[in-house]
T-cell receptor, first 117, second 118 residues
Framework: GAVVSQHPSWVICKSGTSVKIECRSL??????MFWYRQFPKQSLMLMAT?????????EQGVEKDKFLINHASLTLSTLTVTSAHPEDSSFYIC?????????????FGPGTRLTVL | AQTVTQSQPEMSVQEAETVTLSCTYD???????LFWYKQPPSRQMILVIR??????QNATENRFSVNFQKAAKSFSLKISDSQLGDAAMYFC???????????????FGKGTKLSVKP
């Protein structure tokens, strides 16, 4: 299957700072990228969906000014957690999907563990 | 709106035995995809098996097979000859084929934690 990478795999930051997480599709063009949040022992919660070159569509209850998503190219999307607070600590997972029949599958990155002190 | 329900928070199976994980869903759509994903302790989501709703034949991938009952909106996963490496969280997921506001994103169940006893 196709490969999706995330960087960093884990990050610790101080309260009030901003953190950027990168998601890259390594061997296919990702026309759509998804960002999920996962709390311990819970399911994946979709935060937002982005199409390359367009503004992200946020799910209800997700603060778009706090979780900035940029999908500037067909291989890169970024999630920036602005003015992070301890309650933003979580596991963030990106997922990417291409437009071809082969790449219509949704592939997941390995996730980023964010800890806000 | 579509929903996915996994009624078994935890399951346990003896190594080499067979286990079935349950999943039901609710939708008014006639065509869609259904998936089972595995999330081991590494937390990397791994696709186990997928089923297109228009296909009557149940999908099979080596030791993994599904029992897809469209009328009952049921999509169970059977793992045969269970191995220690099968221990993980298993998520059932639904995906619409309609690219409207949902943009065909995955809707996940709450997951079932599978333990494999040696």
């Amino acid at each position: 299957g196709a490969v999706v990478s995330q960087h960093p795999s884990w990050v610790i930051c101080k309260s009030g700072t901003s953190v950027k997480i990168e998601c890259r599709s390594l061997d296919f063009q990702a026309t759509t990228m998804f960002w999920y949040r996962q709390f311990p022992k819970q399911s994946l919660m979709l935060m937002a969906t982005s199409n390359e070159g367009s503004k992200a569509t946020y799910e209800q209850g997700v603060e778009k000014d706090k979780f900035l998503i940029n999908h500037a190219s067909l291989t890169l999307s970024t999630l920036t957690v602005t003015s992070a607070h301890p309650e933003d600590s979580s596991f963030y997972i990106c997922s990417a999907r291409g437009s071809s029949v082969l790449n219509n599958e949704q592939f997941f990155g390995p996730g980023t563990r964010l800890t806000v002190l | 709106a579509q929903t996915v329900t996994q009624s078994q928070p935890e399951m346990s199976v003896q190594e080499a035995e067979t286990v079935t994980l349950s999943c039901t869903y609710d939708t008014s759509e006639s065509d869609y995809y259904l998936f089972w994903y595995k999330q081991p302790p590494s937390r990397q989501m791994i696709l186990v098996i997928r089923q297109e709703a228009y296909k009557q034949q149940n999908a099979t991938e080596n030791r993994f097979s599904v029992n897809f009952q469209k009328a009952a909106k049921s999509f169970s996963l059977k793992i045969s000859d269970s191995q220690l490496g099968d221990a993980a969280m298993y998520f059932c997921a639904y995906r619409s084929l309609e690219y409207g506001g949902s943009q065909g994103n995955l809707i996940f169940g709450k997951g079932t934690k599978l333990s494999v006893k040696p």
